[in-house]
């Protein structure tokens, strides 16, 4: 599961099996932003998964 690019925005995410929670770091160019912590089931998070907290993200920040 690669980067995410929208407007000059880089959504990364990365997760732990074990633990079953996850993080998309948000990068405005090469700054930092913020990150989005979530929750999965499974061996990984389902890429519909990531699609939609990005777009959440996106449509909360008017992006």
Do not use: W
Request: charged share 25%; net charge negative.
């Amino acid at each position: 599961m690669g980067a995410i690019k929208h407007n000059g925005y880089t959504f990364e995410p990365e997760f732990s099996v074990v633990s079953q929670t996850g993080a998309i770091h948000v990068y405005h160019g090469e700054k930092f932003i913020e990150e989005i912590r979530f929750e999965f089931n499974g061996d990984y998070p389902q890429h519909d998964l990531i699609e939609e907290l990005v777009n959440h993200y996106l449509h909360e920040k008017h992006l």
